[in-house]
């Protein structure tokens, strides 16, 4: 993923500010989030060393890990304010999703849902992670549209 906006959707857009949350420093060198489109900020773990050498449009930043040695959201959603930011998109795969959720950091929650079926213990889904143990624990919702979106939906989601 570049994670920018695309001209065709968007005339003369604004890029926005990439945030990686890379726990271990792991994204390689030329991988396309790292193009020079536009600034990309890469939030590691504490006493990770990682730099990308004569790249002026990538910052590499420490932060708090949570028990599982993953990046704490809500610190580096506290290091982002700090920043000016006041707006996020998180795009992120299953385990990223989980901890905003879990953590409850998020005003709003999109869900597409495609018309078919893809099964199996195995396949990834909306929030991975530890998952729920008691009901009481359940992360609540409120469905606040449905909006037929090409052959299938998208589904807009709030906390209560």
Same mark, same amino acid.
């Given at each position: 993923? $570049?994670?920018?906006?695309?001209?065709?959707?968007?005339?003369?857009?604004? %890029? &926005?500010?990439?945030?990686?949350?890379?726990?271990?420093? *792991?994204?390689?060198?030329?991988? =396309?989030?790292?193009?020079?489109?536009?600034?990309?900020?890469?939030?590691?773990?504490?006493?990770?060393? $990682?730099?990308?050498?004569?790249?002026?449009?990538?910052?590499?930043?420490?932060?708090?890990?949570? +028990?599982?040695?993953?990046?704490?959201?809500?610190?580096?959603?506290?290091?982002?304010? *700090? +920043?000016?930011? *006041?707006?996020?998109?998180?795009? #992120?795969? #299953?385990?990223?999703?989980?901890?905003? =959720?879990?953590? $409850?950091?998020?005003?709003?929650?999109?869900?597409?849902? +495609?018309?078919?079926?893809?099964?199996?213990?195995?396949?990834?889904?909306?929030?991975?992670?530890? #998952?729920?143990?008691?009901?009481?624990?359940?992360?609540?919702?409120?469905?606040?549209?449905?909006? *037929?979106? #090409?052959?299938? =939906?998208?589904?807009?989601? %709030? &906390?209560?």
């Amino acid at each position: 993923p $570049k994670l920018t906006v695309k001209e065709k959707y968007v005339k003369h857009p604004k %890029q &926005p500010l990439r945030v990686v949350l890379d726990s271990k420093g *792991r994204t390689p060198p030329h991988a =396309l989030v790292l193009n020079d489109v536009t600034k990309t900020l890469i939030i590691t773990a504490k006493g990770t060393k $990682k730099t990308y050498n004569g790249s002026h449009h990538i910052e590499v930043v420490n932060c708090k890990t949570d +028990r599982n040695g993953l990046i704490n959201v809500k610190s580096a959603l506290d290091f982002l304010y *700090r +920043r000016g930011v *006041r707006t996020l998109l998180v795009e #992120g795969g #299953g385990t990223v999703i989980w901890n905003f =959720l879990k953590n $409850k950091v998020f005003d709003d929650l999109y869900i597409y849902i +495609r018309p078919c079926i893809i099964g199996g213990k195995n396949t990834p889904t909306v929030a991975e992670g530890e #998952g729920i143990i008691n009901e009481e624990d359940s992360i609540p919702l409120t469905i606040v549209k449905v909006k *037929r979106l #090409g052959s299938g =939906l998208l589904i807009h989601y %709030q &906390p209560p």
